[in-house]
């Protein structure tokens, strides 16, 4: 518990932190995606649309804790990159469902291991029962709020 009346101090903030490691994990992350010429967004996008295959950019935008315009943004380059298509669904005229095409599942798995390979790394850093708990207290956060 802290003192209304004292400064915060940000730098040891929980909020302030997470940012930090969301930070950390990103630049290590993006430093070999770009090899691939993907960015971080995209490969989220990508990894969405490869376990959640055919939603609507709605759907796509929630899964992939995005807004609305910036999911169409990048939709909008990854099928210039030919990485995923959109298709009219069957049911509603006016909605699009989201595909990965062959070249854009094909980068996604060899991307796939990037994600993997980082998660170990970070995961390395904790025992198994400090990632359980830290995986508790994340998880305690985000329902409070999500």
């Known amino acids: 518990m802290t ?18 490691v969301n930070h950390i994990i990103r630049r290590e992350v993006q430093i070999k995606l ?8 995209q490969y989220i996008t990508l990894s969405r649309i ?15 804790l995005r807004n609305g315009a910036a999911i169409t943004r990048t939709l909008n380059v990854l ?10 669904s069957s049911k509603d005229k006016r909605e699009f469902l989201i595909y990965l095409t062959d070249n854009g599942r094909k980068l996604y798995k060899e991307t796939e291991k990037i994600y993997l390979d980082n ?5 390395s850093i904790f025992s198994q029962e400090e990632l359980d708990q830290l995986r508790n207290l994340l998880n305690r956060f985000i329902l409070e709020f999500f």
């Open 79 to 88: 099928e210039k990159k030919d990485l995923v298509k959109r298709e009219k």
């Open 3 to 20: 003192d209304k009346n004292q400064p915060i101090n940000y730098e040891s903030s929980v909020v302030w932190l997470i940012l930090k």
């Open 119 to 123: 998660t170990k790394k970070f995961d």
């Open 50 to 64: 490869y376990r959640f295959e055919g939603l609507n950019q709605k759907k796509l935008a929630d899964e992939s």
């Open 34 to 41: 770009s090899e691939h010429d993907l960015l971080w967004e």
